[in-house]
């Protein structure tokens, strides 16, 4: 297993260690919140509060300078412009520069240096997974423009093979394509019918952005088999989850009025206070009941499963809100539950979940980015509560605009009263919005029943 080390080399923190062994970010600055705090003293006070940005995915490591006053200096360089050598997928539009970090280099902020050692076990299996990754990513990026349609037609055609029962994997089988009903980050979503029961389903395509140990594989089937567990009326039920060739797949109920964000695009961009309450509501009623439920194996750090309580789902978002009709009435549904964190923890993600190609953090308190693993329901809360605003301003909570990186500007800018975006809200409810979403110096709210029974008050 690949490590990252930081070594502070230099400054008023000087031999200071700091470990990384799986995927996460790492801000630096003199930000109390920082995860590499520098002293907020006149010897560090050309360092920013928040300087730069760390994205690391052992052995893989990425510095972006968060538009430092000072700038950030990678051995001796001034950062800012991006290296037409670097990682091809930077070239697909990255407004933001990053740049790959190697073992031995140094940072430089200021007085301070950082010196990055890359440690890899060296077993030969180690390096041919290493080179494979390398390969694949190449591989990837060219392919990144072709049809995931073709993977799925592919699979679905398969044959039942050994290597796929060993790493316990189901196929999906018997189901035939209809027609493509939208696109995201990691991969595709398509209509399809079995082939004898005609019901429908939602077959969803997931492309890794890095090829995937064995372990890995593992780690997030079993993640993801918990959320099969999730049966509710305003969750997207998973069926069947396969895998081909590094492709997962997955069988969930389809949703015939697509997505809140698809809805709020065809509205011009904002729906009346009344359908927004409904949705939020109903987003709260599924996840009340995710955070609460009994899960029979829950994956620890150390790869060892224990029985608990409650999933988060870590990305709410009106992309992730889907519309059914149900005995004649329109339902709202959570899509995606855990597949962000299980595709986080597995390492599925790539080094690449802060870059601009992979998303961005409009549904984020600034303690997911401190945070990066941050699980808990708090952060659902959050999000949902951001989405009813999108939903009722057509804005985001925080204003992002071109020139700032949007990890800073969440890191840093408070949101905006929604009251400010739109006179029409009432001001209670508007109120109670913003104390939701004000996320200094901590989330104001950890149960979804706190906030139902707070919001009630208010209605
Ligand atoms: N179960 C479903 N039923 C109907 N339409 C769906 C279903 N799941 C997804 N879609 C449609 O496919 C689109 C793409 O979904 P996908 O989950 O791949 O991406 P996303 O959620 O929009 O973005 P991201 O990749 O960042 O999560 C959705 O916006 C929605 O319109
Ligand atoms: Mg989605």
């Excluded at 502070?8 to 970010?25: H, L, P, S, W």
């Excluded at 070239?91 to 520069?97: F, R, S």
């Excluded at 224990?306 to 988060?312: D, E, M």
């Excluded at 595709?343 to 549904?363: C, E, H, I, K, Q």
Aim: with cysteine; proline share 4%; hydrophobic share 35%.
């Amino acid at each position: 297993m690949s490590e990252i080390q930081i070594t502070i080399t230099r400054g008023g923190k000087a031999g200071k260690q700091y470990t990384f062994n799986d995927r996460t970010v790492c801000v630096i600055g003199r930000a109390l919140d920082c995860n590499i705090l520098l002293p907020d003293d006149d010897q560090h006070s050309t360092i920013s509060r928040y300087h730069c940005l760390l994205d690391i995915n052992p052995p893989e490591i990425c510095i972006r300078d968060f538009g430092s006053l000072n700038g950030t200096f990678v051995n001796q360089n001034k950062i800012g412009q991006r290296d037409a050598s670097e990682d091809i997928f930077r070239a697909q539009g990255l407004i933001y520069p990053e740049y790959n970090l190697h073992n031995g280099d140094k940072i430089q902020l200021g007085d301070t240096e950082l010196e990055i050692t890359v440690v890899s076990e060296g077993t030969e299996k180690d390096l041919v997974e290493h080179t494979s990754r390398l390969e694949h990513k190449i591989n990837m990026a060219e392919a990144s423009q072709s049809d995931p349609l073709d993977k799925v037609n592919k699979m679905l055609q398969q044959e039942d093979n050994t290597d796929q029962n060993e790493l316990e994997q189901e196929l999906i089988k018997g189901y035939v394509i209809r027609k493509e009903l939208g696109r995201g980050n990691m991969g595709a979503v398509y209509l399809a019918s079995h082939q004898e029961t005609r019901e429908n389903v939602a077959l969803k395509v997931m492309l890794p952005r890095v090829e995937a140990s064995s372990r890995a594989h593992k780690q997030f089937m079993r993640e993801t088999r918990n959320t099969r567990l999730l049966k509710h009326k305003n969750i997207v039920q998973v069926y069947d989850i396969g895998c081909h060739e590094g492709t997962w797949f997955f069988t969930t109920d389809y949703c015939e009025g697509g997505s809140v964000a698809r809805l709020l695009k065809s509205k011009g961009g904002r729906l009346p206070l009344s359908l927004a309450l409904k949705i939020y509501l109903q987003i709260l009623d599924g996840l009340a009941y995710a955070h609460q439920v009994k899960v029979p194996a829950i994956v620890l750090a150390d790869g060892t499963t224990t029985s608990g309580v409650g999933l988060v789902h870590r990305d709410i978002k009106p992309g992730n809100i889907l519309l059914t009709r149900q005995e004649g009435i329109w339902r709202a549904k959570i899509a995606d539950f855990g597949l962000a964190k299980a595709f986080d923890t597995a390492g599925l993600s790539g080094r690449t979940a802060t870059g601009v190609s992979a998303g961005t953090p409009y549904y984020m308190p600034r303690q997911q980015i401190i945070n990066f693993k941050l699980a808990r329901p708090e952060v659902d809360i959050w999000a949902a509560t951001a989405t009813f605003y999108k939903i009722l301003t057509g804005c985001h909570p925080r204003n992002y605009n071109k020139r700032t990186d949007p990890w800073l500007t969440t890191l840093k800018m408070p949101p905006v009263s929604i009251m400010e975006r739109d006179v029409s809200v009432p001001q209670n409810l508007g109120e109670f919005i913003d104390r939701v979403l004000n996320d200094k110096p901590k989330l104001a709210y950890q149960s979804v029943r706190d906030l139902k029974t707070d919001l009630l008050k208010v209605l």
